[in-house]
């Protein structure tokens, strides 16, 4: 009894360092794409489209090492998940037992309560497929399904320490990016100013 409490106390510390995290990484990455197109935006008063077409493959290959666009698009790291979908499979089925629309009739809930649990059915699908861990342990999480049902409270519980560290190398990488310094200037039009024209002539001239 004390390995399996002990367990069960180190997996729900793991879920809760992760969501909390996710949560950190979802407002950077809000942040990210606002500033990105703030940027762009401010970008065309100091560089015209004949001179951008001029040296795009320039630019490009810039951007493919640091632009904030394909950073989130590649979000490399050096972790990775070691978390399979034959790892989620069987908490994914009690998940759609619980929230499948099919099944829900049979389940003595609120319709309130039926509304929710198919809004985690279409979220836990994609999140499944896409093994998107952060999104499926918060589905999972509202439906309190644990890995107690499959016997697997140890390894996720190391598991998802891992996607924690893989969140926070995405957050370190995002906040060395361009659109992050953008955002650091807090909306002083100079600072901002100065950021633009620094980034354009790094890669245009």
């Known amino acids: 009894m004390g ?17 909390e995290k996710n949560e950190e990484y979802l407002s950077v990455t809000e942040i990210i794409d606002r500033m990105s197109a703030a ?10 489209e004949e001179t951008k077409e001029k040296h795009a493959i320039q630019a490009q290959n810039k951007r493919d090492q ?18 399979k979908k034959k790892h ?5 089925r009690r998940i759609v037992e619980r929230t499948h629309p099919d099944k829900l009739e049979q389940l003595d809930l609120s319709e309130a309560e039926k509304i929710d649990r198919e809004y985690i059915f279409k979220d836990v699908v994609p999140a499944y ?15 309190q399904i644990s890995p107690q049902s499959v016997g697997h ?14 969140l926070e190398e995405k957050i370190a990488i995002l906040k060395n990016t361009i ?3 953008f955002y650091e200037c807090e909306g002083d039009p100079e600072c901002e100013r100065k950021v633009v024209e620094r980034t354009v002539k790094s890669i245009y001239k």
């Not at 390995?3 to 969501?19: G, M, P």
């Not at 497929?129 to 439906?143: Q, Y």
């Open 153 to 166: 409270y140890d390894f996720f519980s190391k598991a998802l320490k891992v996607e924690v560290q893989i």
């Open 39 to 48: 940027y762009a935006d401010m970008e065309k008063e100091f560089i015209d």
């Open 66 to 83: 640091s632009d904030f666009n394909s950073v989130i698009k590649k979000g490399k790291t050096k972790r990775k998940s070691i978390i």
């Open 88 to 92: 989620l499979s069987r908490m994914y």
């Open 179 to 181: 659109a992050w310094t």
């Open 3 to 19: 390995y399996y409490i002990r367990a069960r106390n180190a997996y729900n510390k793991s879920l809760e360092s992760l969501l």
């Open 129 to 143: 497929k896409k093994l998107d861990i952060p999104a499926f342990f918060e589905c999972a999480n509202e439906i």
